[in-house]
């Protein structure tokens, strides 16, 4: 089975992190929660879910995961300045391993530089941001790019949970 790396910090949007946890769980993969620091918790911007991390980025090696998850919210916004985000998600594009952002975590792709000439959706109100970073913007439930899944907002989870498992 599939060890998958959820990227979370706090005001993430709670069922873009919990749909696809529990089923990624529930599927029998091994989920583990990457943050800032480790132990930390993180908690949803509905109030409805919190997380402890299990991992800080700093000790993450992409090698040790077949997979990588980015739920919304604001949660992205508070990871993509840091440098060792950009370099785990870089190496997982590198190495071909499925990259999953819905809502917001496009931002992370985007300021790692890895959307020039992919096909993807976001939170329609990114899409010029998208665009800007090279992208095509398609406004959709699910865009699968190659090794990118993206969805839009937690209406379009069972499409992304669905192409999620897929590439598992």
């Keep these: 089975m599939s ?15 919990k749909t ?6 529930e599927a029998g993969h091994e989920a583990e ?14 109030g409805k879910a919190s997380y402890t991390t299990d991992k800080a980025i ?10 990588v998850v980015i739920p919304g919210g604001s949660s992205p916004e508070n990871l993509r300045l840091d440098s060792h985000i950009l ?11 499925p990259i999953a952002a819905i809502c917001h975590g496009p931002q ?18 990114l899409q010029d941001d998208m665009v800007n970073a090279g992208a095509q913007f398609k406004d959709e439930e699910v865009v699968v790019d190659r090794n990118f ?4 907002t937690p209406k379009d989870e069972p499409a992304f949970v669905r192409e999620l498992l897929k590439a598992l």
């Design 3 to 17: 060890k998958v790396a959820f990227l979370l910090a706090d005001q993430f949007e709670d069922s873009e992190m």
């Design 20 to 25: 696809p946890y529990d089923a990624v769980k």
């Design 33 to 46: 929660i990457i943050g800032l620091k480790q132990g930390q918790e993180v908690k949803g911007k509905q």
């Design 58 to 67: 700093a000790d993450a090696k992409i090698e040790d995961y077949d997979a």
């Design 87 to 97: 370099q785990f998600v870089t190496a997982a594009d590198r190495a071909g391993k």
């Design 108 to 125: 992370i792709l985007a300021s790692a530089d890895l959307l020039k000439g992919r096909t993807i959706t976001s939170y329609p109100p």
């Design 149 to 152: 899944i993206t969805s839009r």
